[in-house]
């Protein structure tokens, strides 16, 4: 089937290619783009039975206004904020809350004053003013940015004219990381090409051959960016800005891997056949099987992210899965197409020349494989012990790992987000910026003032918190309605955090509050039901599903994995082994990560998403090199012994898997020219996972564990098994014997 398909192929290569150059142009004129889809502010950033999210509704129906906001603009002026200055501030707020600012009438807004969350309470003049801005429901992210810039610009900024007024918040952050992203998406782009272009044409020793790998890498990005866009707009997920650097990583690096798997076979059957549409041919024919199951192991494992109940997590795995197909449909087709077409032209200076099967002379690199593979065979348990014990090692560091969600402080430092929130943090403490709610309920509570007033002191005391704002604040000087219901049987409280609202240090301390609420309001008020709400109890909440989707995506991505490599390699033991080898790398990329970004730069936590995120695309890339690697073992033991065919066929891949694991790595490093920590955390685990993949377990490991399991490693199928042994016939023998004496 495979040689009838190559021979298709090579036949309709002309077609193919003008074909593949016009999908490409009607899907970037025909289908939306990543921005197009996005379809919410927070939209699938958050689970979907949030706790959080319900008590800020059930918030918002008891009491007379909402407190919380994700959007705070920020006045500050360093010498002080004058009486007249905190007055006019105030005055434009009720103008704003009236509805008499122009193209702001369905903003509204309420003071944070320095006596509630500020570092200095007594402070006078106050040098800072939080003005927190609340928008119906109906407005999206970008409505609400740019209402909260109109404010600070066009209303605010000329009650202080010599101090600094800009927005910060969680809605203004995720606005200027999709910024960010685009501007500096291109940057990506234009280094991961440049790399590639060089890389593959030193590879080749041609100009031509990289430029024919680039048309396959845009065609695949422009099919499948849109594809991606418009199947999130079908499945109704915002799809994420953060996804589309990913994929670009992945595409890019795929497309290539596939092609230099491709051009290096290609070579060699040019050199033995001489006939360009034969060595294509052939070439497709004997890596088609390869190269589709690999994209399927991929593609497989990047969609048990479905599972997951985090509508961001699961906006990666079709998204990802669609890359890797799109990816190998390119490339089984177009690159084929384009060989059969420049024939010997495309390894332009040089020339293959012809020689037989098994004459060529290895290079330097080609030896020292040889060595470290034949090593590893002939000795499989040493190797298996030192190759485990240096993962184990590099993994330690993951034992240390914090999580957050540093959406903020994660931007580039000079970006305004994250200057008005260095500005709100001299004048207040960083909880003020996103304070955490807590709202009790019972019947006719509002009454049991003494009870409420001891419930307050209770959680002032508690570790981490600065300030509470609650029925014992001074009730007289809040409207009814703030803090105590309208219905008397509710009763909010507003906790101001020490620790940066959205960091690992604020996230395990609302995690213990909210353990520990039960006693507080037991001893305080009797029966009473608890809720929390606010942005650090969202992401809180967001960490704990991340965790909790860990469990159930990593066994359906390892079983995806397993039964892909089961059906290709129609055995169950290799499966396994291979499946257990494939996490030993992103558990050691992720120890090395936690390593440097939290010991080395000192950085409080990785960002929630990225542990996930990187251990699937690791896993699943892995499986490219497993699939690559043990699919010539297999064939070469069809011949001869299986150590032997181990260290020929080990050997022969080796150089290929590096060079494909140093692009594939390069291509996720580039990630980190995006100044935002999340890309520059997940660029670095996946270029250190793909390197530690490519030339310790894939070189190393896999083939001391081959050569350890032996012939067992094929079990129960027939694929892989002794060679037969030929017993001397003694009879054939004698009578050659007899003949030659009776001739003498």
């Given at each position: 089937m495979t040689r009838r398909v190559a021979t298709f192929i090579v036949r309709m290569r002309v077609a193919i290619v003008v074909g593949w150059v016009a999908l490409a142009v009607a899907a970037t004129l025909a289908l939306p783009s990543i921005r197009e889809a996005q379809v919410g502010s927070l939209g699938d950033l958050v689970p979907v039975d949030a706790a959080a999210i319900d008590t800020e509704k059930r918030a918002a129906e008891l009491f007379a206004f909402p407190v919380l906001s994700r959007s705070v603009v920020v006045v500050r002026d360093p010498s002080g904020l004058t009486i007249r200055q905190q007055a006019r501030v105030i005055e434009r707020l009720v103008e704003l809350n009236r509805g008499e600012l122009p193209a702001l009438r369905q903003t509204r807004g309420f003071p944070i004053p320095n006596a509630i969350g500020g570092r200095r309470p007594s402070e006078d003049p106050p040098t800072t003013l939080l003005v927190a801005l609340l928008f119906p429901p109906d407005i999206g992210q970008s409505g609400r940015n740019d209402a909260a810039r109109r404010l600070a610009e066009e209303h605010l900024q000329e009650i202080v004219p010599g101090g600094y007024v800009d927005v910060t918040g969680a809605i203004p952050a995720r606005a200027e990381q999709s910024a960010v992203i685009e501007d500096h998406l291109p940057l990506v782009e234009i280094a991961t090409l440049l790399f590639i272009l060089v890389a593959v044409g030193f590879y080749f020793r041609s100009p031509l051959a990289p430029i024919v790998n680039l048309v396959a890498v845009a065609l695949a990005y422009l099919v499948c960016i849109r594809v991606v866009a418009l199947l999130g707009r079908t499945l109704g997920v915002s799809v994420p800005s953060e996804v589309q650097p990913v994929i670009v990583a992945l595409l890019f690096g795929v497309v290539t891997d596939y092609t230099l798997f491709f051009l290096s076979r290609y070579r060699r059957k040019m050199s033995e056949t001489g006939d360009p549409r034969t060595a294509a041919t052939q070439t497709t024919a004997e890596l088609m099987t390869i190269i589709v199951t690999c994209g399927m192991a991929v593609a497989a494992a990047c969609s048990a992210l479905f599972v997951?109940?985090?509508?961001?997590?699961?906006?990666?795995?079709?998204?990802?899965?669609?890359?890797?197909?799109?990816?190998?449909?390119?490339?089984?087709?177009?690159?084929?197409?384009?060989?059969?077409?420049?024939?010997?032209?495309?390894?332009?200076?040089?020339?293959?020349?012809?020689?037989?099967?098994?004459?060529?002379?290895?290079?330097?690199?080609?030896?020292?494989?040889?060595?470290?593979?034949?090593?590893?065979?002939?000795?499989?348990?040493?190797?298996?012990?030192?190759?485990?014990?240096?993962?184990?090692?590099?993994?330690?560091?993951a034992l240390f790992m914090h999580l957050g969600n540093p959406i903020i402080r994660g931007l580039p430092s000079d970006s305004a987000p994250t200057v008005a929130y260095a500005q709100a943090l001299r004048g207040f403490v960083p909880g003020a910026i996103s304070p955490t709610v807590l709202v009790v309920e019972r019947d006719g509570v509002v009454d049991e003032r003494r009870a409420l007033v001891r419930l307050q002191r209770l959680l002032a005391a508690e570790p981490g918190v600065a300030r509470v704002v609650g029925p014992a604040s001074n009730p007289a000087s809040l409207p009814f309605g703030a803090v105590l219901a309208r219905n008397g049987d509710a009763a909010r409280y507003v906790l101001i955090l020490r620790a940066n609202p959205l960091g690992a240090g604020a996230i395990e301390r609302v995690r213990r509050l909210r353990e520990s609420i039960p006693d507080l309001a037991r001893s305080a008020i009797a029966d009473a039901r608890i809720g929390f709400a606010g942005d650090t109890v969202l992401s809180q909440e967001t960490i704990d599903g991340t965790v909790d989707d860990l469990w159930r995506v990593v066994p359906a991505v390892l079983l995806?994995?397993?039964?892909?490599?089961?059906?290709?390699?129609?055995?169950?033991?290799?499966?396994?082994y291979l499946v257990v080898t494939a996490a030993l790398a992103p558990l050691a990329a992720l120890g090395l990560g936690v390593a440097f970004f939290q010991g080395v730069l000192g950085h409080g936590e990785l960002s929630y998403f990225v542990p996930v995120a990187a251990g699937v695309l690791l896993?699943?890339?892995?499986?490219?090199?497993?699939?690559?690697?043990?699919?010539?073992?297999?064939?070469?033991?069809?011949?001869?012994?299986?150590?032997?065919?181990?260290?020929?066929?080990?050997?022969?891949?080796?150089?290929?898997?590096?060079?494909?694991?140093?692009?594939?790595?390069?291509?996720?490093?580039?990630?980190?020219?995006?100044?935002?920590?999340?890309?520059?955390?997940?660029?670095?685990?996946?270029?250190?996972?793909?390197?530690?993949?490519?030339?310790?377990?894939?070189?190393?490991?896999?083939?001391?564990?081959?050569?350890?399991?032996?012939?067992?490693?094929?079990?129960?199928?027939?694929?892989?098994?002794?060679?037969?042994?030929?017993?001397?016939?003694?009879?054939?023998?004698?009578?050659?014997?007899?003949?030659?004496?009776?001739?003498?």
């Open positions: 997951a109940e985090l509508g961001f997590l699961r906006a990666f795995g079709p998204g990802l899965a669609m890359a890797v197909l799109v990816a190998m449909a390119v490339t089984v087709t177009f690159i084929p197409a384009a060989m059969s077409l420049l024939g010997s032209a495309l390894f332009w200076p040089a020339r293959p020349r012809r020689e037989r099967p098994g004459t060529a002379t290895p290079s330097r690199g080609d030896r020292v494989m040889r060595g470290l593979v034949t090593s590893a065979v002939r000795r499989p348990r040493r190797t298996i012990a030192v190759c485990l014990l240096a993962l184990a090692a590099m993994s330690s560091g995806a994995v397993l039964l892909v490599l089961v059906v290709f390699l129609r055995g169950l033991v290799a499966p396994l896993v699943a890339l892995g499986s490219d090199y497993n699939i690559f690697l043990v699919g010539r073992v297999w064939d070469e033991a069809r011949r001869r012994p299986l150590d032997e065919a181990i260290i020929s066929a080990g050997a022969g891949a080796a150089r290929a898997i590096s060079a494909a694991g140093i692009v594939l790595a390069v291509s996720f490093a580039a990630m980190a020219i995006v100044p935002i920590r999340s890309f520059q955390e997940l660029g670095f685990i996946m270029a250190v996972g793909l390197l530690i993949d490519a030339f310790l377990v894939r070189t190393i490991l896999v083939p001391a564990t081959i050569a350890f399991a032996g012939y067992h490693s094929g079990w129960p199928g027939r694929w892989l098994k002794r060679p037969p042994v030929r017993r001397p016939n003694v009879r054939r023998r004698r009578r050659r014997q007899r003949r030659r004496e009776e001739r003498a």
